[in-house]
DNA sequence: TTCCTAGTTCAGTATATATTGAACGTCTAG
DNA sequence: CTAGACGTTCAATATATACTGAACTAGGAA
């Protein structure tokens, strides 16, 4: 084996390495392993768009496994599927402003935090103001993050905007 | 039974389902269910601070399960032991600043992903501008955010200083 | 039309992890 | 010193859920 190809090898295993540590982000996230390594691979394959079948080949995983999580990252906004001329098969690949996804999603379980501390609130209702402090406090804290993050959400598309023109 | 105690019977068990909303919520984000379940009775029980055995009676979980939850708990900040006079257990209570501690976990598993992203820009370093450009846009995507939720970390400390001055 | 490839769905299985319950250590009260 | 209450730990178990593999559907290609 020539040394070059040596190398490409070593490079090869080490991008499937950081997919697998996505999975196991993923999975301390509480979302499937196999999610996480998709959407690992998918920033550092190449090309860069995948079809099920090769990620299939390069992750090692099931035939459904890969069509259930692509479904899920899809579902979040992470990835889209593409076609690519005289080719029949869907390709996936991240999506552009598939980071615009994620901070949606963190902001949905925000919402619901908030929602439910109000809820609590209801019950409450009658109750002192001594009482109700502590879930006050709670149902302000989701409020201000829930804010927050969508001030945060619109600051980094601006950033987006004047940075790349072109998607 | 009189209409009050009864109306007393109907509230303690729409705060029970309340908790239980919050194991549920807890796990959909990773964590054990009752963790949840303890995080969220703690906020609507009377008094604000309960035993084990407390928890153990209201929650209906076992004394293990407790134990381990809310060391957990304590472990990310939330709770925190307060002795009680004339009494000899430990007692739990949501501790004044564990938002503070929400924030910085999320912060943390923010700052994951940027670590794990720059280690995977180190594999791609002899690469070209162009094969990194997904993997740069992610790691930007991470530092921004880390970055911001520090800041947002100060801006809540700071409301929370000029609001209540006690702890 | 028929054959083949791609993708989805779903029942069964594997796997991870939360929970229980019992045994143990520790402290306090008497 | 002893008895009992409290909390922790850990092995066994229950439970949830991700994954596999096979059956099925749909859509080209020949």
Redesign the pocket.
Known sequence: MNPNTENENLRHESLLAYAEEW?LLF?RW??????G?IWGWLHVCEPPHQ???QLVDAL????????????LLESLGLLERVGVRGA????YRVRPDAFEGIMRQRIVGVSQARALAERGLGVLESASPERKQRLTAKRDFYAFLEREMEELLRHWQGRREEGTLVD
Do not use: W
């Open positions: 999975g999975e509480g979302l499937p392993r196999t999610a390594r079809t099920a079948g090692g995983v099931s035939k459904g496994s890969v069509s259930t999580n692509t479904r029949r098969q869907s390709h």
